[in-house]
């Protein structure tokens, strides 16, 4: 049998994630299986709130100016900018989908990459 989690245990473990990432977390879009980051986006001090057991990112759309290499985004993560620490990946990119929705998916270096809202959502 599967476990299932109550709302407010969801938002509860999401919330946690928040605390994780700190007041200076960045947001990485990366090609697939991660072998090249895209653009990099600051987030918010306060990443984000979370709310039937969805956690939304706060402070979208935000923008890298300047990507950092060409390809296709495939996957994103979210870390810590101080040390790098993974808070969580696997993420899903898309134009207009996913659970990081860019304004495209093919992104060459130099461009700017705009983020138009990024959200978590806690399975079961």
Partial sequence: MAVTYTTAV???????VVTQI???????????????????????STAGTASGGVLTLSGFP??????????TAA?????????????????TVGAGSGDVNLDTTTINAGQTVTINSATITHAA
């Fill in 22 to 44: 700190g007041a200076t977390g960045v947001l990485e879009i990366c090609s697939a299986a991660y072998a090249s980051v895209l653009a990099t986006i600051a987030l918010n």
């Fill in 62 to 71: 935000k923008s890298d100016a300047s990507a950092d290499n060409s390809g």
């Fill in 75 to 91: 996957v994103a993560r979210i870390r810590t900018a101080s040390g790098g620490t993974t808070i969580c990946d696997g993420l």
């Fill in 10 to 16: 969801k938002n509860a473990r999401l919330e946690a």
